[in-house]
């Protein structure tokens, strides 16, 4: 019912399907590392001190590689909790991509949200591929919510044009296309997409208050995975920031290089 679901909308909608004290833990942890550019105010909202940035400018190099060292922000995804959500679109027996991103969409920083797009264009997968996208925190409709068009997917992969923004690239929206589905979000809400939804971040209008998210993708154990996914989110352009590094120190090894014997890399 569910997969039929997700099938028919593009989309599922988990609320608190996560633990709160489990993302209270890695919101903690990353922002530890955000430390001194964003801070925890008593009403639990992240909040910007300081000049706003996004990612690729100099603060957020600075501090991202920190965050992608975070055993716990590699290892959030591979919980119970998380495989079985993963496990209702996917099956059981399913991978989970080795790239895990976190956004900090900061106020002030207008016409840089995630652009409109899919993540089957920027992922280079196929159609059993989705996205999981969980929220740490509450996020009121200021702070730059993840919105989805709803049956998108339908359409298949759509042309791109390079835009400003997370990605750097944004995807046509066909003029009947006009009902975003979006929701304030409470810590522990769950997005999971189809790799082919249109999906977007409004801007974050807040006057201080920081939007901080985490996600990954996720395919049924077999289906073609392109190589790209398998370097850390902006290895490619961080010096430095290499499995090896990331791995370093690391309590277990559980989740490291367990991607190295997956069957279908191209
Ligand atoms: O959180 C965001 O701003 C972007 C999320 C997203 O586009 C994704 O998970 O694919």
Wanted: net charge negative; aromatic share 14%; glycine share 6%.
């Amino acid at each position: 019912m569910l997969r039929e679901r997700f099938q028919s909308l593009g989309y599922l909608y988990f609320p608190q399907a996560v633990d709160g004290d489990l993302c209270q833990s890695l919101l903690n942890a990353i922002l530890e590392k955000l430390h001194p550019y964003i801070a925890r105010t008593a009403s639990g909202a992240p909040v910007l001190y300081g000049e706003p940035f996004f990612e690729t400018d100099a603060v957020w190099d600075e501090v991202y590689p920190k965050v992608q060292r975070l055993e716990a922000f590699h290892g959030f995804f591979h919980r119970p909790e998380l495989s079985r959500l993963m496990s209702l679109v996917a099956g059981e027996d399913h991978f989970v991509y080795p790239m895990k991103m976190a956004r900090i969409a900061t106020p002030r920083k207008i016409g840089y949200e995630t652009p409109p797009h899919q993540d089957a264009y920027s992922h280079h997968a196929g159609p059993t591929m989705a996205g999981i996208w969980v929220a740490l925190h509450d996020v009121d409709d200021s702070m730059g919510r993840v919105t989805v068009l709803p049956r998108s997917h339908r359409d298949g992969v759509r042309p791109v044009f390079q835009a400003e923004g997370v990605g750097g690239v944004q995807c046509e929206i066909y003029p009947h296309e006009t009902e975003w589905h979006v929701s304030d979000y409470q810590r522990g809400d769950v997005l999971i997409f189809h790799s082919a939804t249109v999906h977007k971040a409004e801007p974050n209008t807040a006057a201080d208050k920081v939007r901080i998210s985490v996600d990954t993708r996720f395919c049924d154990f077999g289906a073609p995975v392109f190589s790209t996914n398998l370097e850390p989110h902006h290895g490619w352009r961080i010096p430095g920031l290499d499995w090896d590094s990331i791995y370093r120190d690391w309590q277990s090894r559980e989740h490291q290089y367990y991607w190295r014997s997956y069957p279908n890399l191209f």
